[in-house]
């Protein structure tokens, strides 16, 4: 990969494309497409239609313009970035789950690690779709004010 990162993009963008089908109307869900990464929690979020309905909204749109945003995504974990993350000067809050299986916590602590000025918000036995149950709460840290309070 490090040789040729846009064929490791392109690869990895491959194994994105059964979600387009997944996430159609009349395709078998955000459920089934993820049951082998799906955390208890996960699981759980997945029984709420109105939940599953607004994923799926959310995924249909993000593969609109096809995989290779997601390809991409997967090479910046595993490459080196080109992006000096010390050069980074705005706040970014992170938020992760104990048990998120897609983007484990090892990964949220390593940006916070390397980003100057991030919060990591860990959230104890939460998996990935956390995020859509409190993503109310989510945007209100973002536009708090006062971040420290």
């Given at each position: 990969?490090?040789?040729?990162?846009?064929?490791?993009?392109?690869?990895?963008?491959?194994?994105f494309?059964?979600?387009?089908?997944?996430?159609?109307?009349g395709?078998?869900?955000?459920?089934?497409?993820?049951?082998?990464?799906?955390s208890?929690?996960d699981s759980?979020?997945?029984?709420?239609?109105?939940?599953v309905?607004?994923?799926?909204?959310?995924?249909?749109?993000?593969?609109r313009?096809?995989?290779?945003?997601?390809?991409?995504?997967?090479v910046?974990?595993?490459?080196?970035?080109d992006?000096d993350?010390?050069?980074i000067?705005?706040p970014?809050l992170?938020?992760?789950g104990?048990?998120?299986?897609?983007?484990p916590?090892?990964?949220?602590?390593?940006?916070?690690?390397?980003?100057?000025?991030?919060?990591?918000?860990?959230?104890?036995?939460?998996?990935?779709f956390?995020?859509?149950?409190?993503?109310?709460?989510?945007?209100?840290?973002l536009?708090?004010?006062?971040?420290?309070?």
């Open positions: 990969m490090p040789a040729d990162p846009a064929a490791a993009a392109a690869r990895f963008a491959a194994g494309e059964p979600l387009i089908g997944a996430v159609a109307p395709g078998q869900g955000p459920a089934v497409a993820f049951a082998d990464l799906l208890p929690r759980e979020l997945m029984k709420d239609p109105r939940l309905s607004a994923l799926t909204a959310t995924m249909r749109e993000g593969l313009a096809g995989t290779s945003g997601g390809g991409w995504d997967n910046s974990w595993l490459g080196t970035w992006v993350l010390s050069a000067r705005c970014v992170l938020w992760y104990t048990d998120d299986r897609f983007a916590l090892p990964l949220g602590r390593w940006l916070a690690e390397n980003l100057p000025d991030a919060r990591l918000v860990i959230r104890k036995g939460e998996g990935h956390g995020i859509m149950e409190h993503l109310g709460e989510m945007l209100d840290a536009t708090d004010p006062d971040p420290a309070s």
